[in-house]
């Protein structure tokens, strides 16, 4: 990793580039970083709750963020597209996260613009009371004017990209709520397709289906990822094993173990990691 000079961050003028990089943070160095996290430290108020993360997430590929409950990986996606910065007192208190070599804490970064490249779908799908179609069209108002043609384009292209179209075509105009639970979360993917964001961060987003439904999102982030940056936050190691091309484990705050899936899986190099993916812990 190369040693940029840090922009200043609130409240510490930030050393990143002066502390040693942990070797094991570099494992998943990728050729197309869209993501980099450079020795991060995160509190809400005074609790420290992550600790000096190195991470880079590359362009068009899944990675999952795993570990035990109260780790810091929600906090970690949050950071992403500052919605941590809602949070009163809590933020970045050391180190820079870059998004397409850019400080996301840079005064030139809108954090509206901001959350339109870095797209979010929550652990609880959260339709709005609206019809299906207008959940999707929700956001494109938003960037400016858009005809009522093209806003029909995008609704079918995001509803097919979230292979959702099949079942919701004749009821388009039908309120969202009287969708499953798994249909719903696939309208939320929908939506957040639809203003076409970079990267979509996605909190454990299957953690309210059932083993179909959750097998239908898994599908399809699996397809998203040839066509954007996802990052998954799952407590399920099978799930991050079928969807995520890198996976990066954490512990108490700390990233312990950042590699591709399968060497992460089934050759662990830390100890944490290889009792953590044996279920000794979480
Ligand atoms: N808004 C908040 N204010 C204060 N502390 C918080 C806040 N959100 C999270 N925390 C604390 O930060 C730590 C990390 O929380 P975080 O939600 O990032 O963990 P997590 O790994 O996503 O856990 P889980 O798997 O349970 O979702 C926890 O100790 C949590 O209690
Ligand atoms: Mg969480």
Not at 67 to 78: D, M
Not at 80 to 89: A, E, I, K, S
Not at 228 to 250: G, P, Y
Request: net charge neutral; proline share 8%; glycine share 6%.
């Amino acid at each position: 990793m190369s040693s940029p000079t840090p922009a200043p961050l609130n409240p510490e003028p930030s050393s990143a580039s002066a502390r040693p990089v942990p070797a094991h943070q570099l494992d998943a160095t990728p050729s197309d970083p869209i993501i980099k996290v450079e020795n991060v430290d995160f509190s809400y108020g005074d609790t420290p709750t992550l600790k000096q993360i190195n991470l880079t997430v590359p362009r068009n590929q899944v990675t999952a963020f795993i570990g035990p409950s109260g780790c810091g990986k929600s906090t970690l996606l949050r950071c992403f597209n500052r919605m941590n910065d809602r949070v009163p007192g809590a933020g970045i208190r050391r180190g820079r996260i870059l998004i397409d070599d850019e400080d996301i804490h840079s005064p030139r970064i809108d954090p509206v613009s901001l959350r339109r490249r870095v797209g979010m779908v929550f652990q609880k799908s959260n339709p709005f009371p609206r019809s299906i179609a207008e959940n999707v069209a929700y956001g494109l108002a938003l960037q400016g004017p858009v005809s009522a043609k093209q806003t029909q384009e995008i609704v079918e292209e995001s509803l097919r990209a979230a292979a959702l179209w099949d079942e919701v075509k004749d009821r388009l105009d039908q309120s969202a709520y009287g969708l499953s639970g798994g249909q719903q979360q696939r309208l939320c993917i929908a939506r957040a397709i639809a203003i076409k964001p970079e990267i979509i961060l996605m909190d454990e987003p299957c953690s309210a289906l059932d083993p179909i439904a959750t097998a239908k999102v898994e599908e399809l982030i699996i397809s998203l990822g040839s066509r954007f940056t996802v990052v998954i936050v799952t407590h399920n190691m099978q799930q991050a094993m079928r969807v995520s091309d890198l996976t990066a484990l954490f512990y108490l705050g700390s990233l312990i173990e950042y590699r591709p899936t399968m060497s992460l899986f089934d050759t662990p190099r830390e100890r944490l990691t290889q009792e953590y993916v044996t279920g000794r812990f979480g």
